[in-house]
């Protein structure tokens, strides 16, 4: 059964820093890696898409990486903002579904 | 343009009654999804279809019955609803096939008293 675990759970920053956030997975064998955020009260807005074939993404300030062989991914934000508070969500995608992480909440501070 | 929109965005009701929530994408996707986020913000699968066939049923009670009446809509109707059942439920969708990626509509906040 597909596990995924998101370090760590909160985050707190000051404007301006670069910071990563942290996925793991248990079973290797998944298709894609995607991560979302969610701001409170709202829905969840996709932000990069790995293929298992992929190394990393990047959109922006933006970087995912994945290692599939180590279960492991990073999302990388480089020069954090305000804007960029909320909580963020990896999932991954195996036997026909999106198994999620219980999120990072992210706070930076001006 | 909505990609994935869900209605009602809020419904407050008492136990036992019956509701539906309803699902409409407009990206021409295959497969639709619905998911539970509890009160710990945990998001859970709980239901997908690929035109307009179940693919995944994930023990969810038998009080919750998926119907998709065409490709774009997927709704979701809850009888007898009960206190553990408040949550926020998600609809998502996407092409077919695992090379992409979900779309999540806004959520609808579901609280039983």
């Known amino acids: 059964k597909q596990e995924v675990t998101q370090i760590p759970a909160a985050l707190s920053v000051p404007e301006g820093e670069n910071l990563v956030l942290n996925c793991s997975f248990t079973?290797?064998?998944?298709?894609?890696l995607q991560w979302f955020r969610q701001d409170p009260g709202k829905g969840l807005t996709s932000l990069l898409l790995?293929?298992?074939?992929?190394r990393e993404q990047t959109s922006g300030r933006l970087n995912a990486s994945l290692d599939k062989s180590s279960g492991r991914s990073t999302l990388y934000i480089a020069a954090s903002q305000p804007g960029d508070s909320a909580t963020y969500l990896c999932a991954v995608y195996g036997s026909e579904k999106l198994v999620f992480g219980k999120g990072t909440k992210l706070t930076v501070n001006p | 343009d909505t990609a994935v929109s869900q209605t009602p965005k809020y419904l407050v009701t008492q136990m036992g009654n019956d509701k539906s929530i309803k699902c409409e994408q407009n990206?021409?996707?295959?497969?639709m999804y619905w998911y539970k986020q509890d009160s710990k913000k945990f998001l859970k699968i709980m239901f997908s279809?690929?035109?307009?066939?179940?693919?995944i049923n994930e023990t969810v009670p038998n009080r919750f019955s998926p119907k998709s009446p065409d490709k774009a809509h997927l709704n979701l109707h809850i009888n007898s609803l009960e206190l553990g059942d408040s949550a926020v439920y998600f609809c998502a969708s996407s092409q077919a096939g695992p090379l992409r990626g979900q779309y999540f509509g806004p959520g609808t906040r579901l609280t039983v008293t």
């Open positions: 079973d290797s064998a998944i298709y894609n």
């Open positions: 990206l021409g996707h295959d497969t």
């Open positions: 790995i293929q298992s074939s992929q």
């Open positions: 279809y690929n035109n307009k066939e179940l693919i």
